[in-house]
């Protein structure tokens, strides 16, 4: 009986990652190879105006196989010139940023697998939800009740909308096409709030100052969870915020290593923390 069991989680596992690898494929079918809209200006700028060469490639649309056989095929490139910046030239190596604004499926798993609880009957909330990814991954391998994607890019918000259509995830999700500072009633009842690299590229230093103090004034239910890449005192370093952390949040200490043998990119696991609302 335990090894039918055992059998039929394995294949819904196996099941539930086959329909997030097919969700990619309709949105890589959907996006530039960048995966960034010309409606982003803002992040598009940053990016550019970084010191160190930066990449923006989406994890969860492509894996590291992928990217491989993209270099090949000559439409991406790991090099690129000291000098002026060009991708001709000597590798991306340590000073460089390949960046992500969603997570990659393993991380998915590893969120909902090992870093959260249960969450049967909860309300999870993905500030900025971009493609979705979070939400398609709560649904597939959690049974969170409700899960909300709070995105101000409406191209991103259609895209979505596309998918929970097409998947049938309508059950479950929904898609709010809004500035998350105007969402307090949302956070206020929210059970986990994720957030992914969420604002530093997408608004100017003092936008960003006001919507982690709109975060810290409205994510406070006792006990509700918060995970965060990166951490919120990296997220906040820099910034002129009056938030103090010791009061609101504790951070609560991961196992990175629930995948041993494995070949895993756990520098990007060691970048998701949790915290528990105090």
Not at 40 to 62: G, N, S
Not at 132 to 151: C, P
Not at 218 to 239: A, D, F, H, Y
Request: hydrophobic share 40%.
């Amino acid at each position: 009986m335990l090894e039918t069991i055992r059998d039929f989680d394995e294949f819904t596992q196996d099941n539930n990652d086959s329909i997030l690898k097919n969700i990619a494929e309709d949105l890589r079918n959907c996006l530039p190879l960048e995966t960034m809209l010309s409606s982003e200006r803002l992040a598009l700028q940053k990016i550019q105006q970084r010191p160190e060469p930066t990449v923006h490639v989406d994890a969860f649309l492509y894996d590291e196989d992928f990217i491989d056989s993209l270099c090949e095929e000559g439409k991406m490139s790991r090099n690129y010139c000291m000098v002026c910046g060009s991708h001709q030239t000597a590798p991306l190596g340590r000073h460089s940023r390949f960046i992500s604004h969603s997570f990659s499926l393993m991380e998915l798993k590893f969120i909902y697998h090992h870093v959260l609880p249960d969450l049967s009957g909860k309300l999870l909330v993905d500030v900025g939800s971009r493609l979705g990814t979070v939400i398609y991954g709560g649904y597939l391998y959690s049974s969170a009740l409700q899960l909300y994607g709070v995105e101000l890019n409406g191209d991103f918000c259609q895209l979505q909308e596309m998918i929970i259509k097409k998947y049938q995830f309508t059950d479950r999700i929904k898609v709010l096409h809004a500035d998350i500072c105007t969402q307090d009633a949302l956070l206020q009842n929210a059970d986990v709030v994720i957030m992914n690299n969420v604002f530093e590229y997408f608004l100017d230093e003092v936008e960003q100052a006001r919507a982690w103090e709109y975060i810290s004034h409205n994510v406070r239910k006792q006990g509700s969870l918060l995970v965060t890449v990166p951490s919120i005192e990296e997220s906040l370093s820099g910034l002129q915020v009056n938030i103090q952390l010791s009061p609101w949040v504790e951070e609560v200490p991961l196992n990175y290593d629930v995948y041993p043998g494995k070949d895993i990119d756990r520098e990007a696991l060691e970048q998701i923390h949790l915290y528990k609302i105090l």
